[in-house]
């Protein structure tokens, strides 16, 4: 049997590690007699028993303080009730936990506070025990503060406590409320910042490689790992152009750049923007700019 901290003055809670309802009641008997004599003092004791699994010791210690506050002053009391009975509802909590993990990562303020509202409201469904209530919407606060770890938001002991001192579910909704919505602002700048970074680095990587004539969108969706829906977003918002279009005109664009400033033949400038078929990409030229790359030359040479 292994004594737990006290959870309210002169309460103490034990964890009997069986399952055997006798050995509790055994148990309880010998702390009973144990403080029977003591004058001017009175202390609680609830007893939890383990279901067969250490895993479950969590749930036995909130049996205990359950059964301390149940008890009366110099008794011991048992609680054999489990925490969440088996069915949906234990299982409705864990894919809205799930569910709530989520939408923190994406940094969904409205989703991730109609889950928690939904949580609330399951629970309130399960038991009308404060502390069974605690025990589970412990595990709200332990997905906050592993989403501010993942986002390296500095967070304080203090803060962390702070979150875990609430006296009614009101209060509790308010902490968790104000805490979603500081972590999803965090989430949403962190996702903007990747994301204006992410299209600065993509356009200079068209414009460091758009003369290669294998040069593809394949090429850019393997470097950025993203997919083609965004990278084409991406191009639409900057250049309102499809890929195929901005190469198109980033080609064009340097080979008059060639002409103008270089004297190499019209056939080198044609392979150096990164075309094969010259005589096609001429024929494309004097559709677009009415005279032929030689003519243009001539009228724009520097």
């Known amino acids: ?11 103490f809670c034990f964890i009997l590690n069986t399952n055997d309802a006798s050995a509790r009641i055994v148990a309880a008997d010998a702390l009973q007699n144990m403080y029977s004599n003591a004058e001017n003092i009175f202390l609680r004791f609830g007893i939890g028993g383990i279901y067969g699994e250490i895993s479950e010791v969590a749930d036995s ?20 009730r489990r925490l969440v009975p088996d069915g949906n509802k234990g299982e409705h909590l864990d894919e809205a936990f799930s569910f709530l993990k989520e939408a923190l990562q994406r940094g969904e303020e409205t989703v991730a506070n109609r889950v928690v509202a939904e949580s609330i409201s399951s629970l309130s469904d399960l038991s009308d025990s404060f502390l069974i209530f605690r025990f589970h919407t412990a595990k709200i606060i332990s997905l906050l503060q592993e989403q501010f ?15 875990l ?22 989430v949403k700048e962190r996702m903007e910042n990747q994301d204006r970074q992410t299209r600065k680095c993509l356009l200079e990587y068209i414009k460091a490689n758009f003369t290669r004539y294998d040069f593809s969108m394949d090429d850019v969706l393997a470097r950025f790992d993203i997919s083609q829906t965004y990278a084409m977003s991406i191009l639409q918002q900057a250049t309102n152009m499809t890929f195929a279009k901005y190469i198109a005109f ?15 033949n019209v056939g080198d400038c044609v392979k150096a923007v990164g075309y094969n078929d010259a005589p096609s990409f001429m024929r494309k030229f004097k559709l677009q700019e009415g005279v032929t790359p030689s003519q243009f030359r001539a009228q724009h040479w520097r």
């Open 1 to 11: 049997m292994t004594s737990v901290e006290i959870w309210q003055e002169n309460t």
């Open 250 to 264: 980033l080609r064009m664009e340097e080979f008059k750049r060639l002409l103008i400033q270089t004297d190499r």
């Open 61 to 80: 210690f909130v049996e205990a303080a359950i059964a301390a506050r149940l008890s009366i002053h110099k008794n011991v009391s048992l609680y054999e």
């Open 165 to 186: 001192d609430y006296h009614s579910n009101t209060e509790f909704s308010q902490k968790v409320t104000e805490a979603i919505a500081f972590l999803c602002r965090a």
């Open 149 to 163: 770890r993942r986002e390296e938001i500095p967070f304080s002991r203090e803060y962390l406590e702070s979150l």
